[in-house]
């Protein structure tokens, strides 16, 4: 026999994993056609061809227009892909997101795997396909999205931050670069002044304010246009009502469609985001809990934007890794670890199964009211149940290499 146990059992067991996944994703009929890389790939073509890179606009599957909505140090990152043909785009679109997965993983369930003296290429194989399944994942490659290079640039600062021996030093350019290819990874400046990080907060900000001078220099036209009209012009993001948009103000606009969500309203919850934000983050900092602080950042960012895509969503994972490492950790009670992996296996499993898609078209009633806006009701709960960790206890090893594995290799508090 070849049970999971043994080397043969493990190697049928992911390649069976592995043509089960990509069969799904070969078949699941909710593939986005690149759509957002088009937008990249189109606005960027016509801003070398007229000047004007903010006046494309393509159709979307919601009946809106959509442009190019970053700032201009976004579009000349992109620029080299006006130098290869489209599909040489969508080649690179995808590469980059999978090396973005595989460091992503790398630093969250890294040092979980070594301390569990789990063998690290099946490990890292079953978990390399159940990244897959998540939705925001299975959006980020099919739109060609740029999120999980973001959430990269962000996790390697905690890396630095929680490694030491002067790496820290370091910590916040990729803060910095994040926030100025797209506003909300602003956030994470904050989150830096807030945990009195400040020589990190200081660099994300001053590498943030650099590379947008730089776009000034190199873009003036397009950097006035940018920062004068078509940042604040809202219609160009798309439709808030959709259902797609899991925020906070897709929550309002849904409940009052067709009208336009009150203002003050959106504010108050923004605030009231925001403060429970700040108590847990300080309190996750004061525990030494790099990760969960970072996992906290990221739900709050995708609550208080005005618009939450669900393939924003990725910035969730730190926090479904907290939430899965805490369950495996053997400093907590056997029903409380039980309880952490049930809560971490739901959370999986609703943001793998599209379930907001069933209220695309018709968002009212309680059942609207709640399964329409599910991804934002996760938001809220693991903003104000993720659970801390605190150092390390002595019995568990140290992991290979050092210093990476501090930012998971907490006890839970």
Not at 6 to 14: D, N, V
Not at 135 to 156: C, I, K, M, Y
Not at 161 to 187: D, E, M, N, V, Y
Request: with cysteine; hydrophobic share 55%; charged share 10%.
């Amino acid at each position: 026999m070849s049970g999971p146990g043994t080397p043969r059992g493990r190697l049928l067991l992911a390649s069976g994993l592995l043509a089960a996944v990509a069969l799904f994703l070969a078949t699941v009929p909710l593939h986005r056609n690149w759509f957002d890389l088009h937008v990249y790939y189109g606005a960027v073509g016509h801003w070398l061809r007229d000047g004007h890179i903010y006046e494309f606009t393509l159709p979307g599957a919601d009946g809106a227009d959509y442009g190019f909505t970053y700032p201009p140090f976004a579009a000349l990152c992109m620029l080299p892909m006006t130098l290869v043909s489209w599909p040489g785009a969508v080649t690179i679109s995808t590469a980059l997101n999978v090396a973005a997965s595989a460091a992503v993983l790398g630093w969250l369930i890294g040092p979980l795997v070594r301390r569990q003296g789990w063998i690290p290429w099946f490990a890292f194989t079953v978990a390399g396909c159940l990244f897959a399944l998540l939705e925001p994942v299975r959006d980020t490659f099919s739109f060609g999205q740029v999120n999980l290079l973001l959430l990269v640039l962000v996790v390697f600062d905690a890396w630095l931050l929680s490694a030491g021996h002067g790496r820290a030093r370091f910590a916040g350019c990729g803060t910095g670069l994040a926030a100025a290819i797209k506003l909300t990874p602003a956030i994470f400046i904050v989150y830096l002044a807030v945990t009195r990080r400040w020589r990190a907060a200081a660099l994300a900000a001053g590498t943030a304010v650099a590379a947008t001078l730089l776009a000034a220099w190199a873009a003036p036209g397009a950097s006035r246009e940018y920062w004068t009209e078509a940042l604040w012009d809202t219609d160009r993001i798309g439709a808030l009502a959709y259902v797609s948009n899991q925020s906070w103000e897709g929550v309002l606009a849904r409940l009052v469609e067709p009208l336009q969500p009150s203002g003050a309203v959106w504010g108050l919850g923004v605030l009231a985001v925001l403060a429970v934000w700040a108590y847990r983050v300080r309190d996750a900092a004061a525990a030494g809990d790099e990760t969960a602080g970072v996992a906290l950042t990221g739900v709050a960012a995708c609550l208080i934007s005005p618009i939450t895509w669900i393939h924003h969503l990725v910035w969730l994972i730190p926090a479904l890794a907290v939430l899965a490492e805490s369950g495996l950790r053997p400093g907590a009670s056997p029903a409380r670890r039980r309880t952490l992996l049930r809560t971490a296996a739901v959370v999986y499993a609703l943001l793998c199964s599209s379930l907001v898609w069933l209220w695309r078209f018709d968002s009212t009633g309680v059942g609207g009211f709640l399964g329409a806006n599910a991804y934002v009701w996760i938001c809220v709960g693991l903003l104000i149940a993720l659970p801390l960790r605190g150092a390390p206890p002595e019995s568990d090893p140290a992991p290979a290499g050092g210093t990476a594995g501090r930012m998971t290799g907490q006890t839970e508090r």
